[in-house]
């Protein structure tokens, strides 16, 4: 298992941007498929975008052209860049690791994005 701790979360007025962090515990951060995913109040957990071991990236059609998913192997991070928010992307966000049959969440950090 690794850790996952999420970053970056808060306030932001409709049409802003924000980037959330995730540092990743652990030696085995390259193999990675790392993945972003949000949960609404009231509303399942959604994927948002993910990112595989090469760095190949899908999207959700919700925020294709406004988010963008990134990874740095150096540093065991994985990023995700939000522009334009909505405030329909208002949630909590959370960051997710998997490798075979591991499947590790981080704890989330929230996003509120104000009209």
């Known amino acids: 298992q690794v850790q996952l701790v999420e970053s970056g979360g808060g306030l932001v007025q409709a049409g802003g941007s924000l980037r959330l962090s995730c540092v990743v515990s652990?030696?085995?951060?390259?193999?990675?498929?790392m993945g972003w995913y949000r949960q609404a109040p009231g509303k399942q957990r959604e994927v948002v975008a993910t990112?595989?071991?090469?760095?190949?990236?899908d999207y959700s059609d919700f925020v294709k052209g406004r988010f963008t998913i990134s990874r740095d192997n150096a540093k065991k991070m994985v990023y995700l860049q939000m522009n334009s928010l909505k405030p329909v992307d208002t949630a909590v966000y959370y960051c997710n690791a998997r490798w075979g049959s591991m499947n590790s969440w981080g704890k989330g950090t929230l996003v509120t994005v104000s009209s």
């Open positions: 652990g030696s085995i951060f390259s193999l990675l498929t």
């Open positions: 990112i595989t071991s090469p760095g190949s990236t």
